[in-house]
């Protein structure tokens, strides 16, 4: 194991960057963000985790605390294709993942890809739309792909979805499906920001809004780069036991417990937060930090309940209890 300070990374412009390099990118990343998210910053680099991770993000809020502007401003921060889907409840998958159209010039079909089709994609208020249009973006968040009429296309690299939740007009949304809720690397909420902030924020918009004003701090092709950095991190075997145990207590507990696809991103998150750390290791602690907003969301704690909430919390308190990562 090493201090972090250096890596054995190749100086190739399309290899990993040193760990200091990556760390220093998130650090510019999340002061850029922070110039127009006030007082957000616990997830602002929450989102950035899950974005080394090549995870996806789901903010459950109530309207305007800033979660389309959050969005807007990772995309500039890293100079990346911004696409925004408005999810409602006439949309079709089609117009989240493109078609295919004739063109009568040539005699066949042409693709127009859908607003699917960017670096960091916005999928504003997904729980309007139905669980078929949903589901448009099972394949996209998995595979990082999508499949018109039996042709495959793959999407951008990065590819990173920021799905918001409408968490006010219940009787006016549809439940997502558990599988889409898995696909989702962390859940998290912005909430109001305080009286302080949001004179800041007050103060800020007079005019023009910061975001429509955000530059680059660098690239996507730098944060593929930071990506296969994490990506490298290690991890130890006892640190993937106390994962895959973590994982199993959930399961014990609960009715609907953590699947191994929300271990696989709790380690990855686990990567980010070392790299965050200035560390080419993952110790047990950096799984402690990311456990709750990685696995919560997935859990059901009992048959009457719904997925994630309070209940689902304690669930995974209890296994961070319980399971001594020093343990065999």
């Known amino acids: 194991m090493t201090d972090g300070s250096a890596t054995s990374a190749t100086d190739d412009a ?106 960091v994609v916005l999928g504003d208020e997904i729980n309007r739309a139905p669980p078929k249009t949903q589901s448009a973006l099972l394949e996209a968040m998995e595979e990082e792909q999508v499949t018109v009429d039996g042709e495959t296309h ?6 990173f979805v920021i799905a918001t939740q409408n968490a006010v007009e219940r009787d006016r949304v549809y439940d997502l499906p558990v599988a889409e809720v898995d696909r989702f690397a962390k859940k998290r909420t912005l909430g109001y920001p305080s009286v302080d902030e949001e004179v800041e924020v007050l103060g800020r918009v007079v005019g023009h809004h910061p975001v429509d004003e955000i530059e680059p701090v660098t690239d996507v092709a730098e944060l593929r780069r930071a990506r296969e950095t994490t990506a490298r991190v290690e991890t130890a075997e006892p640190v993937r036991r106390y994962v895959a145990r973590l994982a199993e ?26 790299v965050l750390d200035g560390r080419e ?11 709750s907003s990685v696995l919560a969301h997935r859990i059901r704690a009992d048959a009457g309940s719904e997925l994630g909430g309070d209940a689902a919390a304690r669930v995974v308190e209890r296994a961070l ?8």
């Open 321 to 328: 209890a319980d399971v001594d990562p020093e343990d065999p």
């Open 14 to 119: 399309t290899g990993p960057l040193p760990v200091s390099d990556a760390r220093a990118l998130v650090e510019r990343v999340t002061e850029n963000v922070g110039r127009v998210v006030v007082g957000k910053a616990d997830v602002v680099e929450d989102a950035l985790v899950v974005l080394l991770a090549r995870g996806h993000l789901l903010l459950e809020d109530v309207p305007g605390v800033g979660k389309t502007v959050l969005a807007r401003a990772l995309a500039g921060s890293v100079d990346g294709a911004f696409s925004r889907v408005q999810f409602t409840p006439d949309l079709l998958p089609s117009d989240v993942t493109g078609t295919n159209v004739l063109d009568e010039a040539e005699g066949g079909f042409d693709f127009r890809s859908g607003p699917v089709f960017g670096n």
């Open 281 to 291: 290791y993952v110790v047990p602690d950096d799984v402690k930090r990311e456990a």
């Open 249 to 274: 207590r959930t399961r014990e507990e609960a009715a609907l417990g953590a699947s191994p696809r929300g271990a696989v991103s709790l380690l990855r998150c686990a990567q980010a937060r070392a």
């Open 154 to 159: 793959a999407l951008p690299d990065p590819f």
